[in-house]
């Protein structure tokens, strides 16, 4: 054997040797002291990770019944809304309950109860029901000398509090035959001023699955779950006929508990804690996690056994020690083994690290003759680069492409906004009117629109629209439909009107004689315009639109709305209301459908204001919606103001309002006061008109 092979061998046998040496001498002390500790500090941190995973357990359980219970309380709520104004008549409130149920499975019935005499004068009962039959939905009255619904508890509790009430939960005997809760919503009515109560909408839920899912809980071996009510009733408990039969208040009497008693008033109060306790179902000391159901006031509680717990400490212990006299005696055969194997490739690969962290993505690796790990390490790296390079190419290109899509989005917003006029006034030369109008786009591109336009002699067509859906489809079928219902309303306007203006746009005296101007129909402006959007519509969408027309010299103002939000009527003097409309249908669903005109007359100071349901529909953090009427009420202490600055003051408040929660929709406002015709113009009446 040469010299220089000699040495190399002295040299690996050093290295093999100090490290086996430093390895198993650290082990070896570290093993000695945590022999010594291991089973006290595993059994405390054990116990407390077993604590945090029932503080866990309870909690996920927790929301799993609270994901299906607070979504319900929203569907009476939307009832009671609707009710509140006044759009459904007898037959709307059981179409409405009827979808109510068909939408909500989990919902077993549905009532719309009103005050004596609140609904229909000579009834003093009126109270429709919508449940599911054994052979589908029905609906039947509740009310009656045998059912005072007044006087019971679902209805009276809720209309004193006046607010969300969760029953207690009962047995619906002769109804669903099983177990159920009543969520009630009480609703008002504006009388003089006045908020009063009007009645109660209710929502009967099913609680089977509540029982299957809290038994369904698995805590270590004899642990289990159980809950009660808001007065301390037990729900579900394992323990035979404890479920509606006793509250944990008379558990506790009956056994002289003080601390289950302590437990049960903190529970009915709605707190949430870990206790040290022991259970009187078992009779084992363990762990008792309770939290509370928010949206109904229940609280559940889960039981984990420490006996239980305590026997995973000891095998763990057992374990522990096992694996660390085995890996002591394994590391001490193997260490010197593997030393010499492991730390030359390991270098070389360390190297060939350095340079591709420093950008050398082409760096070359050694190659590993052995198969075993450090082979499958160098595999690794080699993988490591390829797939560095890889990501590195798609990274740029997807850069790039994103970069060119938003690029697109933002020169489509461009393009979009810019189509919409911007000119205020719009008719420097006309003062009998002030007219504004803003958009803000939810997203980079919409379907809300805008348009003001001249439509014939001293008439005037302003209108707003939303098209279904977001992004760029709404933004060409806006395109579409603004150019197709200014197309029809210009050809509508330029027939059959006499002209009060000269060629240099000067007022000029109106003939004796002549024939009583006529503006153009905006319903038939919508239905031609429908139409025309309705053919070849294979992507099904629509638009609705309020189209509305203002006589310059009279103030009359003749308008249609397909299936839009009704403007808001601000006269001068008064307080603003909402302009009423026949509920036509959306523009563009389908072709031969006719829109209803209407007629009002604007006089000098009143003023109408346009939006889209991007206004009422804001929301704010806390998922409530800006409504009807916080909008009148805001343009009563702005409707003084020039048309500019109600835009602007009611745009504020709604952004306000959203206190910076993303908006789902698009936000369009346009606001048209009449000032009254010009001295030297035609004649025409300017007094308040009906509509």
Known sequence: MSAPNANAIRTGRGIAFRLSALVLSVVGLIF??????????????????????????????????????????????????????????????LRRQRRALQDNPEIFGTAAAFEPYGRHGDQQHFAPYTFRAPLGITHTSLGGPGYRYHAMDWYQIPRELRQIVWSEPYFDEGGGNTLMATCSVPFYSNDDGERSVAGVVTA?????????????????????????????????????????????????????????????????????????????????????????????????????????????????ALVSAGLGGGGFLLLAALTAAIA????????????????????????????????????????????????????????????????????????????????LPKTFPPLPNHTEFDLYASLTPAREVGGDFYDFFPCGPDAFCFLVGDVSGKGVPAAFYMAVART?????????????????????????????????????????????ASDGLAHDNESCMFVTVFCALLDLTTGEVRYASAGHNPPVLMRAGAAPEYLPTHGDPVAGAMPGVAYQTDTLRLGPGDALALYTDGVTEAMNPAL???????????????????????CDGLS???????????QSDDITLLVLRFNGVAAGGAAGGTGPGET
């Open 340 to 419: 010499r194997s492991i730390t030359r490739p390991l270098r070389r690969l360390c190297g060939a690290a350095r340079e591709v962290a420093g950008g050398r993505l082409d760096a070359e690796l050694p190659e590993v003759a052995s198969r075993d790990e450090v082979h499958d390490l160098a595999q690794a790296f080699a993988n490591m680069q390829n797939s560095l390079k890889e990501h590195i190419r798609e990274l740029t290109e997807a850069t790039a492409s994103r970069e060119r899509m938003q690029s697109e989005l933002r020169i489509a917003r461009e393009i979009q906004l810019g189509i």
């Open 32 to 93: 000695v002291v945590m022999s010594a500790a291991t089973y006290f500090l595993a059994r405390e941190a054990l116990l407390k990770n077993a604590e945090d995973n029932a503080r866990t357990q309870a909690q996920a359980l927790v929301q799993r019944i609270e994901a299906r219970l607070s979504p319900i309380s929203r569907v009476p709520q939307g009832l009671a809304y609707e009710l509140e104004d006044g759009l459904l008549d007898d037959a709307g409130i």
């Open 204 to 316: 009967d839920v099913s609680l089977d699955w509540l029982k299957r899912l809290v038994a369904s809980v698995h805590v270590l071996e004899t642990g289990y779950a159980w809950l009660i009510t808001r007065n301390g009733t037990y729900v579900t408990h394992p323990a035979p006929g404890l479920a509606f039969n006793e509250s944990i208040f008379s558990r506790a009497e009956e056994h002289g508990d003080a601390q289950l008693r302590r437990i049960g008033q903190d529970m009915v109060r709605g707190g949430s804690k870990l206790v040290e306790t022991t259970s009187l179902h078992t009779a084992k000391p363990g762990f008792l996690v309770y939290a509370p159901l928010p949206s109904t006031g229940w609280s559940l509680g889960v039981f984990s056994p420490r006996d239980e717990l305590l026997a995973d400490v000891n095998r763990l």
């Open 624 to 646: 409530e919606l800006y409504g009807e009427e916080r909008l009148t009420a805001r343009l009563a202490k702005l409707q003084k103001r020039d048309a500019r600055a109600i």
């Open 652 to 662: 504020e408040d709604v952004h306000a309002f959203a206190a910076g929660a993303e």
């Open 484 to 528: 197709l219902i200014k197309a029809v309303a210009e050809a509508a306007g330029g027939h059959g009107q006499r002209r009060s203006e000269d060629s240099r746009g000067r007022r000029v005296a109106v003939q004796p004689g002549a024939p009583p101007r006529r503006l153009p129909d905006p319903g038939r402006i919508l239905a031609q």
